[in-house]
């Protein structure tokens, strides 16, 4: 039981660690200012990962309502379905910023031309990380379960 209660404040704990780093991420690709879309992107990462980890627990390690509750939910589904999609809108996103770490390390400048095509991205993903509560709210109650 304590464990269930621990996983379950860590995912949720997730959202308040990754919400503000993507906010704040297409706040600083907007500004140009590459220290704080690093930082921010960062603490994106820690969250989609705690997310992805406790997740997975939660639904299939047998601390939660059970697989079968999960597997059957439609809402649990659509959540699968916006983290998958948060997660493919991440790559382009992911592997440039990885490309201006490398770049930073060996004392070169940053390719800035994409900037805003990685904000109009940031924005979706924000959106859509925004909505994930409100389907897990769904999901956990059994909303849409025959």
Known sequence: M???ALLSALHVFALA?????????G??????DVPRVLAADSAWGVAAL?????????????????????LANPMFHL???LFVAIFLLEMYPMATFIKWRIALAKKQPVDLSK???LARLNAVELALTIALPFVAALMARGIGMR
């Open 50 to 70: 705690l997310w992805l980890v406790t997740g997975l627990a939660r639904a299939f390690g047998g601390f939660e309502k059970g697989t079968q509750f999960y």
């Open 2 to 4: 304590l464990s269930s």
């Open 17 to 25: 660690i990754g919400l503000p780093g993507v906010f704040l991420r």
């Open 115 to 117: 900037t805003g095509l």
């Open 79 to 81: 959540k699968l379905t």
């Open 27 to 32: 706040r600083a690709l907007r500004a140009g």
